[in-house]
């Protein structure tokens, strides 16, 4: 019998490579979007894959939505992908942000647990829950300590997966994943904007790329490793709770760094504090500058996962490394700002 899945928020990064494994393995996929007057395929499309999906209207802070859409699919597997995921946005949306990240994966398992019971669920957690972090590397048994809106919202939608898990005897997993990013990744996210505006100060579109912390430290992979550990952990006989996570960690400055290199600026760093600066050594132009704008009002400076329980359990390991991540993003948009497209 032909394995289904639902996948909501599947139009985002990780939907869209989710998506496209599970296609891969022959599974029905279900495609959970809200409803929108533009629906966003650039991903979906990108990947080759739109056609192959069944869409749905869903909406996860809906309860009765989640349930119609749950009873009428009854889908092997339920991928909770959608949120709001911009940290800095929840800031200024901290009541949508909860709806979306604390009501949502409660909605969802609550429609499982009455209409679907044999689903498997899954809950993108977040790095994020570890805010101020109490010890490094972090691992599944580190307190957690959230420094936003966002991580509060997610360590609900965690710790209800937890309990649906123990109250119900539910097959439910999360995933505590650490930064992962792609050529999909948002432009509203770091990594994707250093890599676009670079590419259009390479074009001679742009003048000069702004930035907040540089000294913030991530644990950053490639999207389409971590969505195969998702899979991963709901084929496991019991469920549990994973961190995903490369065990390196580099900063905002590196990042940029490399990504300039691979569009031809030598990038140096000159000065101290909100007054450094990046130049390209080339040109001896600034193409770097701090703005205090882009500072979050609680930072979270340094976040370093260790897999070993996920390598453990079912063999997970990324392996795409920090270099060949910015090298693919850095080209990716390169080769867009070059065609005159950008998502």
């Not at 709001?84 to 909605?107: I, K, M, W």
């Not at 890599?195 to 790329?209: E, F, P, Y």
Request: charged content about 20%; hydrophobic content about 35%.
């Amino acid at each position: 019998m032909t394995k289904s899945a639902l996948i909501t928020g599947v139009n985002g990064q990780d939907g869209a490579y989710l998506a496209q494994h599970l296609l891969s393995l022959g599974y029905r996929v279900i495609g959970g979007m809200r409803r929108s007057s533009t629906p966003n395929f650039w991903r979906l499309d990108e990947l080759g894959i739109t056609r192959q999906i069944e869409f749905v209207p869903l909406d996860v802070s809906d309860a009765s939505n989640c349930t119609d859409i749950v009873r009428r699919y009854k889908p092997t597997e339920v991928y909770n992908l959608a949120a709001q995921s911009f940290v800095e946005a929840s800031f200024h949306q901290p009541y949508y942000t909860l709806e979306a990240d604390g009501s949502g994966p409660l909605n969802l398992l609550e429609s499982i647990r009455v209409a679907s019971p044999e689903s498997r669920f899954y809950q993108a957690s977040t790095s994020e829950l570890y805010g101020k972090v109490q010890e490094i590397p972090q691992t599944e048994s580190t307190p957690f300590y959230p420094r936003s809106p966002y991580a509060a919202a997610k360590l609900y939608g965690h710790w209800i997966t937890v309990n649906h898990r123990e109250a119900y005897g539910m097959h439910a997993s999360s995933g505590i994943l650490f930064n992962h990013e792609s050529p999909l990744r948002g432009p509203e996210f770091v990594t994707r904007k250093i890599t676009m505006t670079l590419a259009s100060i390479a074009h001679g579109h742009t003048d000069c790329l702004m930035l907040g912390n540089i000294n913030a430290k991530r644990d950053w992979g490639f999207a389409g490793d971590y969505v195969k550990g998702m899979y991963l952990m709901l084929q496991q006989s019991s469920p549990g709770d994973f961190v995903l996570a490369t065990n390196e960690t580099h900063t905002v400055r590196e990042f940029a760094t490399i990504a300039a290199s691979h569009m031809g600026i030598d990038l140096i760093w000159d000065g101290e504090g909100l007054k450094e600066i990046g130049v390209d050594r080339k040109t001896g132009a600034t193409v770097v500058k701090i703005d205090e704008r882009f500072f979050r009002p609680s930072e979270v400076d340094l976040l370093l996962g260790n897999p070993r329980k996920a390598n453990a359990a079912f063999g997970w390991k990324p392996s795409t490394s920090f270099g060949e991540l910015v090298e693919m993003m850095a080209k990716a948009d390169y080769d867009r700002v070059a065609r005159g497209v950008l998502q």
